[in-house]
């Protein structure tokens, strides 16, 4: 049997081919994902291994919990610098040294700032003992000394063009200042600390520019020889005060790749979603295709039954022939993984991430989960073909039986309007009830288990809407195709389905996000100015806001903070602002209470926050900061249109400053003085803070096109990653009409011989296809809207307020699925233009 | 039907040389056709210098042992098979002088075909499948005609039914339908009995016989059962590729005879 298997698959190679490749392009992603994520670990477990490699023990604040590192920063409570001569008069101490880091900014030689996508910009002490910098060596030039010295990291000095003894221009947190570069660093053989800018001073120096003046965050500790690290951090444990940790340098280290693994984890679960998206549409082609496959061999199976096959025997051939293609589309996807992993590296690169480099991460596992996925995959979609293999009787062998349809069962129809009508009603209810995020995702699943039953009644609605016009090569001979195949026709379309439900779900929230920025600018902005850092920068300088706020043309400055805490035990970001003004730049929709009432002591909750922690205006709510912990403070109102600063709790500086390190600004709202022409206002700042180059001057309109532009370029790369799955479900498409043109050779050959042109031929083919696709298509872009409806109620607490549908977009979407159908129809219709009109007559 | 005893001609070669002036007599001709199979030493000569008139408003049955060509001379007279020398025509068209989208235009125009099994299209209805040359030329069959077609088809009932739902010879009727349609110079009937029991077969020839008879069309059958080929007007022989025999106003017996003598 297992011979009949192999020699079936390889008969055709192009079906092979197509089927492998509906599986492949899901097991790519589930390969590409753990390749990519294991080779950054393990490159971030050398690195962090490397820098900590002379660090024996290292000395900070304890955290009062672990929050966002993307949002502190890292930050922890500074500490007294006295605690350096502290841990240094430990025994076995031989080298301790206190360390600051803190924002710093630098700019390239014409003045612009460098500023890698999303990475950080640092400025650091560099420590005087060499040896405690591990792999962190100087490539060029010597360590800074006195408060007129830095050095760079080489990635950053070959960026900003700088050469030794250039003088360098640094935005720091209290403006801006001019350092001599005497040396460069390197980490091993990176550049950069994941494209990561660094600066370097002398520990003095550092306090003094970093804001962190009389204090230290970390005591960096080397022992004596001969004495163990975990000996000596217990032996220092024991002089800190309360709040005050020792850790050994290999558990920093891990603690550091952890908070990688943390970050890494969204985006691995992301690729994962992608994944199963292709996968699942990667099944239904395989479904679809054995199900051809085994009606058209139906006769072969007979004739193996007669001469002596037992079912067993022929489950196992079927199941043997999806096993091979499961391990071989398993296989290629896994070596098309790390190619994967490998161009998102250098994607990451080119943007500016610099990942060091290591050799490629293939674990045990990843290779175990692409072969299994592959697998399980293609024996799982394959058994219900298999099954109907086994059903076949040795009789038919006999009989000319041509390959038909067959009928679609009352139950399922039932069951298939059924579930459909629940799963559509469930998804409307999500949508009127709101913040329903598992629900909608568990109604869509419904839904399509619904149409998936209710398919081939789909097909066959859609094939009698389409019955119409001349007979003879028109839609009506492709529409009876799709009619009496509506099995197959609903298998292939439904592969389409999967990927337009979620990209037109994606669509709609996408625009409704848009939307809701639009509306949060108009409805809640009253502010002429909002200042930002320019791309995804820490924050603003607060001397900027100094700066501002002596200006006569500048009637309010608010400045705007922001950093992870916990609220009554729920993660969450809190927002500080200033108090005067704060009603003149913002309308912040006070529900309850008073915006008068926000002293230091109180904060503001959203409405939505508010209600999920049942609290109200008097109550008090217990934050607690990663630096400080516990801060008790009252509730003085509610407002309902945070949307705009993405608040949920607003309290003010003087709290937030006693509690959070860093003064950067996350953004200053500015009013103009009145009769100022905002057009020149807007010039006038711009030119005023020419010395702070990561400053962004945005008028209202501006703040919307900025968040609009990131909307669109996040719907742009899920938009591309889900097309990968629409090509998945064309290949399936391609192989179900390649296999249906094959049937049908009888048929065609006589639609030539009595006058239809090969024209006519592809004609009929290429309409059958586009019936397709647009079944899968439209039944796709309803679910998806839908979906992306209740998705969007789900997600208003995001800042989601308004609902949109981009008619337009699904329009373009319908039309691109209607010239994909004519797409995948070129092969398939060519083929069947060929038919040999003879042959096809003649035989038997 | 006629019953007498006719004489047995030698091929009708004489006169055909001169063809060319008369090309408008005939419904289809072929001159010294031959078809070549192959190269070398797998060549086989499938028609070897046949020289053939079907005059119109002729009922022509073509008869000969497998392998004698027959098919072969059909498929080349009706275009959908090249000849490797020599001239078919249709009407005075010369099939080689056409591209193969103009000679497909020309069965569907001017040619009907019914084939032994498998002549109907299973997702149209029997109307459908008679229209079918129509409405790939996207005209509107003729109403009257589809009509005078229909009813001495005597299938009025079972138009709007798929072909799994008509019986065998139904089936059959309705392909002659199909290839009526379009009132064509010539019928063109491959083994039209070849699937029918004897009692849709003998239904089936004595329809072929009304549509030259009384609708005045040409039709031309291959078939190896000189029951059937007794139906028609005319009884063409064939053996290795050549013309061998021709029979007038045939009977089964005649044909038997000659047969047999062939076979020897």
Redo the contacts between chains.
């Keep these: 049997m297992l011979r009949v298997s192999l020699r079936n698959l390889l008969v055709n190679k192009l079906r092979l081919f197509l089927t492998v490749t509906a599986v492949t392009v899901g097991v790519t992603f589930v390969s590409g994902t753990f390749v990519l994520s294991d080779t950054m670990l393990k490159a971030f477990d050398q690195l962090y291994a490397g820098l900590t490699s002379g660090t024996d023990v290292v000395v900070k604040s304890e955290a009062a919990y672990d929050a966002d590192i993307a949002v502190t920063g890292g930050q922890v409570r500074p500490m007294d610098d006295t605690i350096v001569a502290t841990v240094g008069e430990v025994p076995g101490v031989a080298v301790a040294e206190g360390g600051v880091t803190g924002f710093a900014l630098v700019l390239d030689q014409q003045g612009e700032a460098i500023q890698p996508g999303g990475a950080p910009t640092f400025g650091t002490s560099i420590t005087v003992d060499r040896r405690l910098a591990g792999a962190a060596t100087f490539r060029a030039g010597r360590a800074p000394s006195g408060p007129h010295e830095m050095v760079l990291d080489a990635r950053t000095v070959e960026k900003g063009g700088y050469a030794l003894g250039d003088p360098v221009d640094v935005v720091l947190q209290d403006g801006p200042r001019t350092f001599r570069l005497v040396g460069v660093v390197g980490f091993g053989e990176t550049d950069s600390l994941l494209g990561a800018t660094l600066s370097g001073f002398d520990l003095a120096t550092a306090q003094r520019v970093l804001g962190k003046e009389g204090v230290v965050d970390e005591v960096d500790v080397m022992a004596a020889d001969g004495i163990d690290a975990e000996e000596l951090r217990d032996r220092v444990a024991q002089v800190l005060p309360a709040g005050i940790e020792a850790l050994t340098g290999a558990q920093v280290a891990e603690d550091g790749t952890q908070a990688v693994r943390d970050s890494m984890g969204i985006f691995t679960t992301i690729m994962l979603v992608f994944a199963g998206v292709s996968v699942l549409v990667g099944s239904f082609v395989i479904w679809n295709t054995f199900n051809v496959l085994v009606a058209q061999r139906r006769r072969e199976v007979a004739l193996l039954r007669a001469v002596g096959a037992t079912r067993r025997q022929v489950l196992t051939g079927v199941l043997a022939e999806a096993a091979v293609i499961g391990l071989v589309a398993g296989g290629t996807g896994l070596v098309l993984g790390v190619g994967l992993a490998a161009g998102i590296r250098s994607l990451l690169d080119v943007i500016g991430v610099e990942i060091p480099t290591t050799s490629p991460a293939i674990e045990p596992r990843t290779v175990v989960a692409a072969l299994a996925v592959g697998l399980i995959v293609t024996m799982v979609a394959a058994i219900a073909p298999a099954w109907a293999a086994t059903r076949v009787a040795p009789m038919e062998a006999l009989r000319n039986a041509?390959p038909a349809g067959g009928g679609v069962g009352r139950g399922r129809l039932v069951a298939g309007w059924v579930v459909t009508g629940t799963g559509l009603a469930a998804l409307a209810g999500c949508a009127v009830v709101g913040d329903q995020r598992w629900g909608t995702v568990l109604a869509t699943a419904t839904t399509f288990v619904g149409l998936v039953l209710a398919g081939p009644t789909l097909a066959r609605g859609m094939a009698r809407l389409a019955d119409h016009g001349?007979?003879?090569?028109g839609w009506?001979?492709a529409a009876?195709?799709v009619?009496?195949s509506s099995r197959r026709s609903a298998a292939s379309a439904l592969a389409l389905t999967i990927g337009l439900t979620v990209v037109a779900a994606v669509a709609v929230t996408a625009t409704s996000l848009k939307a809701s920025v639009s509306d949060a600018v108009s409805g809640g902005n009253r502010s002429d100015l909002i200042l930002e850092p320019a791309g995804a920068g820490l924050g603003v300088s607060p001397s900027v806001a100094r700066l501002l706020r002596q200006r006569e043309d500048v009637a309010d400055v608010v400045e705007l903070r922001e950093t992870a805490a916990q609220v009554d035990g729920h993660a969450s970001l809190v927002t500080a602002m200033d108090t005067a003004g704060l009603d003149r730049v913002i309308d912040l929709g006070v529900e309850s209470g008073s915006l008068d009432d926000l002293a230091p002591g109180s904060l503001l909750v959203g409405t939505t926050a508010a209600d999920d922690l049942g609290v109200g205006v008097g109550d008090t709510v217990t934050v607690t900061f990663p630096e400080t912990g516990d801060t008790d403070l009252t509730v003085v109102g509610t407002f309902g249109r945070g949307s705009l600063i993405r608040a949920s709790y607003v309290m003010t500086l003087p709290d937030f400053s006693a509690n959070v390190t860093s003064q950067l600004d996350g953004a200053i709202l500015v009013n103009s003085t009145p009769g100022t022409d905002p057009g020149r206002a807007k010039a006038a700042i711009g030119a005023a803070l020419d010395d702070y180059p990561n400053v962004t001057v945005n008028d209202p309109a501006d703040i919307t096109r900025k968040a609009q532009q990131s909307v669109d370029q996040l719907l742009g790369i899920v938009t591309a990653m889900l097309l990968l799955a629409v090509v998945v479900a064309i290949l399936g498409i391609v192989n179900t009409l390649v296999l249906s043109v094959v049937e049908r050779t009888?048929?065609l050959g006589?639609?030539?011989?009595?006058?239809?042109?090969?024209?006519?031929v592809r004609t009929v083919v290429r309409r059958e296809s586009v019936l397709i696709s647009l079944l899968g298509a439209l039944t796709g872009i309803v679910l998806g809207t839908v979906a992306g409806i209740a998705l969007s109620r789900a997600l208003v607490e995001e800042g989601v307020t308004t609902l949109a549908v981009p008619t337009l977009t699904l329009v373009v979407y319908l039309v691109v699925a209607a010239a994909v159908g004519v797409l995948a129809a070129i092969g398939p219709a060519r083929r069947a233009s060929r038919v040999d009109?003879?042959r096809a007559?003649?035989t038997? | 039907m006629a019953s007498h005893r006719a004489p047995v001609t030698p091929p009708t070669t004489a006169g055909v040389e001169s063809g060319d002036d008369v090309a408008g007599e005939y419904a289809a001709c072929a001159r010294h056709a031959v078809k070549v199979y192959g190269a070398g030493d797998t060549e086989v000569r499938a028609l070897d210098d046949v020289t053939l008139e079907l005059p119109p408003g002729q009922f022509t049955a073509i008869m000969g042992p497998s392998g004698s060509g027959k098919?072969t001379l059909m498929?080349c007279l009706a275009g959908?098979?090249t000849l490797t020398s020599g001239q078919a025509l249709i009407g005075g068209t010369d099939l080689a002088s056409l591209s193969?989208?103009e000679r497909?235009?020309l069965?569907?125009?001017r040619l009907g075909?019914v084939?032994q099994?498998?002549?109907?299209?299973?997702?149209?209805t029997a109307e459908?499948n008679i229209?079918?040359?129509?409405?790939?030329?996207?005209r509107t069959a003729d109403p009257e005609w589809l009509a005078t077609v229909v009813s001495a088809l005597d299938i009025a009932d079972r138009l709007h039914h798929r072909p799994s739902e008509l019986s065998g010879g139904q089936q059959q009727r309705v392909a002659v339908g199909?290839a009526l349609i379009s009132r064509p110079e010539v019928v063109f009937a491959d083994e039209p009995t070849g699937a029918l029991d004897s009692r849709a077969s003998t239904e089936l020839l004595r329809f072929l016989r009304s549509v030259v008879d009384d609708l005045h069309q040409t039709v031309v059958m291959v078939t190896h059962d000189p029951g059937a080929a007794a139906y028609a007007d005319r009884v063409v022989f064939l053996a290795d590729g050549a013309v061998v025999v021709e029979l007038l106003d045939p009977t089964r017996e005649r044909i038997l005879d000659i047969m047999g003598r062939l076979d020897d």
């Design positions: 041509v001349p007979r003879g090569g009506r001979m009876r195709n009619a009496r009888r048929e006589l639609l030539r011989a009595v006058g239809g042109t090969r024209r006519q009109v003879l007559i003649t038997e | 098919s498929h959908l098979d193969d989208r497909t235009i069965r569907r125009d075909f084939f099994a498998f002549n109907l299209l299973p997702t149209l459908e229209t079918l040359p129509a409405d790939l030329a996207g199909r």
